[in-house]
């Protein structure tokens, strides 16, 4: 195994540790909560923020290690060599946008319902949807710009 991708699996495996220790914490403070004790609702309400937090930064560092491992192998399948550099560096610009998009949206779906206002949440997935379907279409366009069908030369 390489070194990012050890990495990447080191990374993914605190990540998990967090995942559950979130788990855990939101469970202290249910408890907490329906014991109605405000002091250990706070001490719970505490460790709850600071596990989500722990669990959102090693997410981060997950999704770039999974990012730099799979960098190489991903540039190639999706990118063709014959082009100039700028266009290949824009036509990565606008796969990594839509990329994103996607993770924004997988991102905000997995937020669990108690924690997000129903409205607010729809109205933010509608739009990534929307922004989404237009970064996809730019993509494509760009691709039949320089000659490209389905990720292929003509």
Do not use: F
């Not at 202290?28 to 909560?33: D, K, S, T, V």
């Not at 409205?119 to 989404?132: P, S």
């Amino acid at each position: 195994m390489c070194d990012e991708h050890a990495r990447l699996v080191e990374l993914a495996d605190e990540a998990g540790d967090w995942g559950i220790t979130e788990e855990i914490t939101l469970d202290w403070l249910r408890m907490a909560q329906a014991w109605r004790l405000p002091e250990l609702e706070q001490l719970a309400t505490n460790a709850h923020e600071h596990a989500k937090l722990e669990y959102l930064k090693v997410h981060a560092k997950v999704e770039l290690a999974e990012e730099i491992a799979d960098s190489h192998r991903r540039q190639d399948a999706r990118v063709p060599a014959q082009l100039r550099p700028e266009e290949r560096e824009e036509l990565r610009r606008r796969i990594r946008r839509c990329d994103e998009l996607v993770n924004a949206y997988t991102t905000i779906e997995r937020v669990p319902e108690e924690e997000m206002n129903e409205g607010v949440r729809d109205r933010m997935l509608a739009v990534l949807v929307e922004e989404k379907e237009r970064a996809h279409r730019e993509c494509e366009e760009y691709k039949q710009e320089l000659g490209l069908e389905a990720g292929r030369a003509k």
